[in-house]
């Protein structure tokens, strides 16, 4: 796994893990469920490649995909010498306790190469155009905000 770093990790979530992918984009398909809430330990593994897959679909600009992805980087230094505690017991590098700047296009270039892009690897997992819609045209934020909220 170390060789191939976070990069080689994203490839393989994509891969492997289709079924826990194609649960969060049946919740976002659905209106009824927002808001939603998007997490995990660290913001950069899972929930960054579940970001990045739903910037993506909404046509956000690569640039600004992987300047978001990046800005986890700063909110990871606190956690750093307890992170790295846990990676290097599974035996791995210190590459995957930070968020490399090119995971972004990399992760792009393998979507386009092996599936044909963002919503052909949605739809390939069962993420059909109707739903892939939902999402594309879901509310805005303005939408979200309850009455009772202001």
């Given amino acids: 796994m170390s060789p191939r770093g976070l ?3 994203g490839c393989d979530t994509l891969r492997y893990s289709s079924t826990g992918i194609h649960s969060v ?4 398909s659905n209106q009824s469920r927002y808001p939603v809430l998007v997490h995990c330990a660290q913001g950069k593994d899972r929930t960054g ?22 800005k986890s980087e700063a909110e990871l230094v606190s956690e750093h010498e307890e992170r790295m505690r846990e990676i290097e017991s599974l ?10 700047k090119d995971y972004v296009d990399n992760l792009e270039k393998f979507l386009k190469d092996t599936y044909g892009g963002v919503e052909r690897y949605l739809n390939g997992i069962g993420v059909d155009q109707a739903m892939q819609e939902k999402i594309q045209n879901g509310p805005t934020p303005k939408e979200l905000i309850r009455r009772d909220d202001v």
């Fill in 25 to 28: 984009f049946s919740i976002l």
């Fill in 7 to 9: 990069t080689g990790l």
């Fill in 49 to 70: 490649l579940i970001i990045l897959l739903i910037l993506a679909l909404l046509k956000v600009e690569k640039s600004a995909i992987s300047s978001d992805y990046l």
């Fill in 91 to 100: 035996g791995l590098s210190e590459e995957f306790a930070g968020c490399p």
